[in-house]
C-alpha cells in the first residue's frame, strides 16, 4: 500500500475503472467461461507485458494495443481478460506492490527497523517502476499483494503501542516521505536526460555567478557554508528517514510512559 503516493498531476489515476469488475480480476472471484476456445493468454501475462511496457516507456506508452504488441497477440484478444485499460493499470499496481518473503531489516524485530526497511523497499519500487509517481492512488483498489504488503508491516509495527489510525499515520507519513525523495530523484534524471547535462556539470555553469553572489555581502549566511555542504557524497533521503523514525521514538517512548 503506497497511501503516500498519490500526489497531483499524476497522469492516471487509480480506481477509475469498474471497480467490482477489477476487484473480481484481483481476487479471481470472477466467472470462469465454461466454453469456447482454450485461452491462448492468461491474465498474469497481461498484466506482467503491461509492466514491461510501462517500465521502458511510461505510462504515456501503455496502451492496450501497445500490450497487445509486447504479447505478439491482437488488441482485442485482451479484452476477454481485462475490460480496458484504467483496470489493467489497478492490477499493475497491485503487481508491482507484491512484498518480498524476507525484506533487508524486517528480520532484526523491532517496529523501527521494519520501517527503515519499507522506507528503502519503497524507494527501490519507484526506480524500478518510475511510472508510478505518474499515478494518482489517493483511492487505490486494494488486492491481495497491497493488503499482504500493509498487513506485513502493520504485524511488525504493531508494538509500538500506537492506536491503530496512528499506525496508519505512521506508514502514510513515511510513504509520503519517500515518494517525495524519489519524486526528486526522478525529476534529476529526467533532466539529464533531456538537457544532455549532467547534474554536476548543470550546477559547474552556475559556479562564477555564484561567486560573485556570495562575494557581494549580500548572503553571509550562505557564503559562510563549508564546501560540501551542496556536495553529492551526504545521503539526503537516509538522513530524513532516520529523523522521521527519531520523531517516531519520542512518541513511543512517551506513550509507554503514560
Do not use: C
Amino acid at each position: 500500500m503506497t497511501s503516500g503516493a498519490s500526489g497531483t498531476g499524476g497522469t492516471e489515476t487509480s480506481g477509475s475503472g469498474d471497480i467490482a469488475r477489477t476487484l473480481e480480476l484481483l481476487w479471481d472471484t470472477g466467472r470462469r467461461p465454461s466454453r469456447g476456445p482454450k485461452p491462448t493468454l492468461t491474465l498474469d501475462r497481461i498484466v506482467e507485458a503491461a509492466v514491461r511496457v510501462a517500465d521502458a516507456e511510461g505510462l504515456e506508452g501503455l496502451s492496450m494495443r501497445r500490450v497487445a504488441a509486447e504479447l505478439g497477440t491482437g488488441a482485442m484478444s485482451l479484452y476477454r481478460y481485462v475490460p480496458g485499460k484504467a483496470e489493467l493499470l489497478d492490477l499493475m499496481l497491485d503487481r508491482v506492490q507484491r512484498p518480498r518473503d524476507d525484506p533487508p531489516g524486517f528480520e532484526e524485530g523491532d517496529w523501527r527497523s521494519a520501517l527503515e526497511a519499507r522506507g528503502r523497499e519503497t524507494l527501490a519500487l519507484y526506480r524500478r517502476h518510475p511510472w508510478l509517481l505518474q499515478v494518482n492512488q489517493s483511492r487505490q483498489v486494494l488486492g491481495p499483494s497491497t493488503l499482504d504488503s500493509l498487513e506485513q508491516v502493520l504485524a511488525r509495527i504493531r508494538p509500538m503501542g500506537l492506536s491503530d489510525p496512528e499506525l496508519l499515520s505512521a506508514i502514510i507519513m513515511l510513504d509520503g516521505y519517500v515518494v517525495g525523495a524519489a519524486r526528486s530523484q526522478l525529476y534529476q534524471q529526467e533532466a539529464e536526460r533531456r538537457t544532455g547535462l549532467t547534474d554536476a556539470e548543470f550546477w559547474q555553469a552556475q559556479i562564477p555567478a555564484l561567486e560573485k553572489a556570495m562575494a557581494s555581502g549580500r548572503y553571509p549566511v550562505m557564503a559562510s557554508l563549508s564546501e560540501d555542504t551542496f556536495g553529492p557524497d551526504f545521503d539526503h533521503f537516509e538522513f530524513g528517514l532516520q529523523r522521521l523514525l527519531d520523531g517516531l521514538d519520542v512518541l513511543v517512548a512517551r506513550r509507554a510512559r503514560q
